[in-house]
């Protein structure tokens, strides 16, 4: 009788275990969606780094990003390039924050994002302008002197996105974390659930 206890128990625990990968795999997959989503946010406008100005609308107010497209492994002039955003509604220009943790990633064809800027902004219509420049970030004026290939301007873009917060980037690599972990502990104590409590 208390084999047949101690065996059903077993099964039940290793049926808990087992349970945990599909749970780590759902995790993991809502992870990945919400990282490409952060990655793919609407573009409200995209400009070349070659250009002088680009006008756009912003359809609500809040939160909005730019970010810096360019082939990866080369550089991207932002050394060189300054953005400025006009809001031709107020007649004024917004305030652009500085990314501490700049979110990046590098797609299959070589072209690298990074987001660079954000800034508030009401609903209206705006125009980002650039002009030249030399003020840059010490971090990034060091990376201005690595030994790499300069990017063409004309596959050098800053575009004006849909901004989602730190936090929420923070949160979905925390859901990817804690997926795997979850999938591969069920996996490992599911299979050594007869000698651990055996």
Known sequence: MNFLFLTMNLIVLKSLFFTCIPVGIFLLIAGIKKVRMMFNMDI???????DHCEKFEIPKSGIYAIWIKAPAYQKNHLDKVK???????RKEYKKLRNILFQPSSVNLS?????????????KGNYKAELEKSSSIFLFKKLA?????KEADL???FFQIR???SFFYGLF????IVIGVGISI???VLGLLTEKLWG
Request: net charge neutral; charged share 25%; with cysteine.
């Open 144 to 148: 201005t002197n690595l030994p790499l």
């Open 185 to 187: 502990a069920g996996f």
């Open 44 to 50: 409200l406008a995209e400009i070349r780094l070659s």
């Open 162 to 164: 849909e901004n989602k």
């Open 154 to 156: 004309q596959n050098c």
């Open 83 to 89: 953005i400025k955003i006009y809001d031709e509604d």
């Open 172 to 175: 979905s690599v925390l859901m």
């Open 110 to 122: 070589g072209i690298g994002k990074a987001k660079i800027f954000t800034f508030k902004a009401e």
